[in-house]
């Protein structure tokens, strides 16, 4: 039973860096090429206005959709000033002039870190503008940085913009943390709790904690390791791992965003010998994807949920991952079309997408470096990974469409990114 539990600890766990990660994956849509001029006016000196341009390109670049092009083959360009008094507005005008939207008098406040948020915020609505619904610049993620400290390793959770920036810490117990989650927020909110694993008392338990201060307590009251929480997005569901039985299985805990835990959990799938990992919700919160190993190599399957008191001998699932091996980790599209999920190529575990409506199969990614843990932007376009090789572990930002940069930095291996929805 332990080797059974460690042999999914060790191919849901383990991650590695890249120094080059290739992108290749047919498009349907090319990126809108737009054009971003160079910002102009008074207000700061030149230099600070050369950063705030760069967060804009950056914002512009990433978010999926577009990409920066010359005046000459551009659908758009977009022009920026800053006044005297330090408000910034910007203009966006399509090729034809038959379009122009101006974003007036947003102030800055000379202090990059906030700024920068400000310029996501304006990126977001030049996005808004453009393709008609939310951007992503304003989005934030969470993530694990793992230390040593003496003679053992200890695992931190902090939070940082989608960019990787402004990064702060939410827990630093000295324990070992994994696997942090963000419970959904109601419409228009940004979330204030999360879920997250840690070894505090030695076994792998679920915890709820805060946002604001990191403040937790334990989530589900059982005997067993648990392992790998994932929520729905309506907020009242948590799946998860526990092998209470002797087996690594596939539990559902009835979930309340106020007072947590609602009930005893229910065992949702098992198979013989064999061990379960990483749920992971569709967005109506009725399917769930997940890993396991019982015809042999761990691969990807979906089982509609359970009503509460169905017998394990009803549920069935349905393979997903057919042509890839040694899969792991799916992440569900918010837009509920395809899966993202890690998969064994030519010896190197690389990022892969399942589509639903031409069931198709492919990797997302190429190179050296086992590519790890992938969490989708709220537009469906865009992963965040990590990436590790040669005993660093770094996160990368990648559209579908595009080549993935570095957006962490600093001591550390970084892992397990969760994009919030």
């Excluded at 383990?14 to 498009?27: D, F, K, P, R």
């Excluded at 076994?203 to 307590?217: E, T, W, Y």
């Excluded at 005997?223 to 596939?250: E, H, W, Y």
């Excluded at 790890?372 to 990436?387: Q, V």
């Amino acid at each position: 039973m332990k080797t059974l539990f460690f042999i999914l600890l060790t191919f849901l766990v383990s991650t590695t860096y890249s120094q080059e990660i290739v992108v290749e994956l047919a498009t349907d849509t090319q990126l809108m090429p737009l054009h971003l001029q160079e910002i102009v006016g008074a207000g700061f000196n030149a230099s600070y206005i050369k950063q705030l341009k760069g967060v804009l390109a950056f914002d512009l670049e990433h978010n999926g959709m577009s990409q920066l092009s010359d005046a000459n083959h551009s659908f758009y360009t977009i022009n920026a000033k800053v006044s005297e008094d330090k408000k910034l507005t910007v203009t966006i005008t399509s090729a034809n002039e038959e379009h122009s939207k101006t974003i007036e008098g947003v102030d800055l406040t000379g202090d990059l870190s906030k700024d920068r948020r400000v310029i996501h915020q304006i990126a977001d609505a030049i996005y808004q503008d453009l393709f008609d619904e939310r951007g992503i610049a304003s989005t934030r993620f969470l993530y694990t940085i793992k230390r040593t400290l003496g003679e053992k390793y200890v695992s931190e959770i902090w939070e940082a913009d989608y960019d990787g920036q402004n990064a702060r810490p939410i827990i630093q117990d000295l324990a070992y943390n994994i696997s942090p989650m963000y419970v959904p927020a109601k419409s228009g909110n940004r979330p204030g709790a999360f879920l997250f694993v840690s070894y505090k008392i030695s076994q792998p338990k679920i915890f709820l904690a805060s946002l604001k201060d990191g403040s937790s307590r334990r989530l589900i009251s059982m005997k067993g390791n648990q392992l790998m929480p994932a929520i729905s997005q309506q907020r009242d569901k948590i799946a998860f791992i526990c092998d209470v039985t002797g087996n690594p299985d596939l539990f559902l805990q009835p979930f309340d965003a106020v007072v947590g835990a609602m009930g005893k959990p229910q065992q949702i799938f098992s198979s013989h010998r064999s061990a379960q990992g990483t749920p992971a919700f569709n967005p109506e919160g009725t399917k769930i994807a997940f890993v396991s190993n019982k015809d042999g190599s761990p691969r990807i399957y979906v089982l509609d949920i359970p009503p509460p008191g169905a017998s394990l001998k009803d549920v069935s699932a349905r393979l997903i991952t057919k042509h890839s091996r040694e899969s792991s980790a799916p992440a569900w599209s918010p837009d509920g079309q395809k899966l993202a999920y890690c998969a064994m190529s030519n010896g190197i575990r690389q990022i892969w997408i399942y589509d639903f409506k031409t069931k198709e199969e492919r990797a997302l990614t190429q190179g050296p470096g086992n590519k790890e843990n992938p969490t989708w932007s709220t537009n469906s376009k865009c992963l965040i990974f990590n990436s590790s090789d040669h005993g660093a572990c770094e996160l990368y930002l990648t559209s579908l469409k595009g080549n993935p940069v570095k957006i962490s930095s600093g001591q550390g291996e970084k892992r397990f990114p969760n994009w919030e929805i």
